[in-house]
């Protein structure tokens, strides 16, 4: 199985996970087809968005798969007047990853990170691991602690 860049990151902490591969469809690539394909709890796949806030730039929301981001609690979180997403043609750019594999370890850039809190209700959750059709499955905690995220309400 392939290591990524996300991977290496997390072995190079010691920080224990597991890298859980799906089939891709090119043409669904929501976080309820991932849940599906993986037999999980959509409340487990969590997706990384990445936004801009008007006074800190380019910032990380990591939310369940099955919730859309509140642009307002968002920016309240991240200390911003206004949010908004980042355009996908600069997504690449930004983090070094694109659509539908966007991890939120690992990008190109060590961007604030915000995690929804319901996160820390479970054991394990999954996120990308930073290309289509795998995913990696961690401890909320160390992923948190990884990525020096903060916890909030984004949804």
Partial sequence: MIKTNAARLLDAK????????YEIDETDLSAKTVATKLGQNINRIF?????????TGVI????????ELDLKKAAISSGNKSVSMAAM????????YIRGGCSPIGMKKKYPAYFHESCLLHDYIFVSAGIRGLQ?????????NITSGNICDLV
């Fill in 136 to 144: 990696i499955k961690i401890n909320p905690k160390d992923l948190i």
């Fill in 47 to 55: 997706k990384t968005l990445v936004i801009t806030g008007d006074k």
């Fill in 60 to 67: 990380v929301a990591v939310i369940p798969g099955g919730e």
């Fill in 89 to 96: 043609k600069d997504i690449l750019g930004l983090t070094g």
């Fill in 14 to 21: 010691g920080i224990f996970y597991e890298l859980v591969p």
